[in-house]
């Protein structure tokens, strides 16, 4: 089981509800993020599509980039309408307990917050994605190694 698994368990969902082993974007020279959010949240909102191009311009580079969302959401229905708009991936919503354990583990204080993780030791590479993103757009420094 790699580090990232310990994290999230074996599988989170894609866009069609389907488990995705969290074995398949892991291991050495990988890098996941966290993606702390909710479609309740201004911020979140507007930072969201700014890491979709970000995320399509690091894949199409060939990145071993993943992302997994962990919904902060109030209801399913918000979770599902605002995953919509997301090309990754997604912790389970009804995983309460796991997310609530992440975001303490990784001291989330506020939303949106994206976090980068080694794919293969777990380690944090950064706390600020977000801030990363804003502020290189291109990703010529990702993953931004603190």
């Not at 969902?13 to 974007?25: A, C, H, I, L, M």
């Not at 992302?67 to 399913?76: A, G, W």
Request: hydrophobic fraction near 35%.
């Amino acid at each position: 089981m790699s580090a990232i698994e310990g994290l999230l368990g074996s599988t989170v969902k894609n866009q069609q509800g389907e488990d995705v082993p969290v074995s398949s974007f892991t291991g050495a020279g990988t890098v996941v993020g966290l993606y702390f959010s909710a479609h309740w949240c201004p911020p979140c909102r507007a930072f969201t599509p700014e890491l979709c191009k970000f995320y399509i311009k690091m894949k199409d580079a060939g990145k071993e980039f993943e992302i997994v969302f962990i919904s902060s959401d109030r209801d399913e229905a918000g979770f599902k309408g605002y995953f919509e708009t997301m090309p990754w991936l997604a912790l389970d919503y009804s995983s309460v307990d796991l997310k609530s354990k992440l975001g303490e583990q990784f001291e989330v204080s506020g939303i949106p917050s994206f976090i980068l993780l080694d794919g293969e030791s777990g380690e944090i590479i950064t706390k600020d994605g977000r801030g990363g993103v804003s502020s290189d757009p291109e990703g010529g420094n990702f993953p931004w190694n603190q």
